[in-house]
């Protein structure tokens, strides 16, 4: 669990500026859902499991949008 929440951290502080690039901010949302799905991984409800995959699914279509602008 560590390693997600700093890897959560991380893409805070790294988050795209509000006037980034399309591409740059599809680029954030994958490594966002990628998060989710270690999240997803380590969870052992099946509620939370559930939900971290619904969010992982959420950003990798938002990221495909997202490219589909640029």
């Known amino acids: 669990m560590t390693s997600t929440l700093s890897e959560l951290t991380c893409l805070q502080l790294h988050r795209p500026g509000a006037s980034a690039a399309p591409a740059a901010w599809a680029a954030w949302f994958d490594e966002l859902a990628h998060?989710?799905?270690?999240?997803a991984a380590e969870s052992?409800?099946?509620?939370?499991?559930?939900?971290?995959?619904?969010?992982?699914?959420?950003?990798?279509?938002?990221?495909?949008?997202?490219?589909?602008?640029?």
């Open 35 to 39: 998060v989710h799905e270690h999240l």
């Open 44 to 70: 052992r409800d099946p509620c939370v499991t559930a939900t971290e995959r619904r969010l992982a699914r959420t950003a990798h279509l938002r990221a495909a949008l997202l490219r589909k602008e640029s």
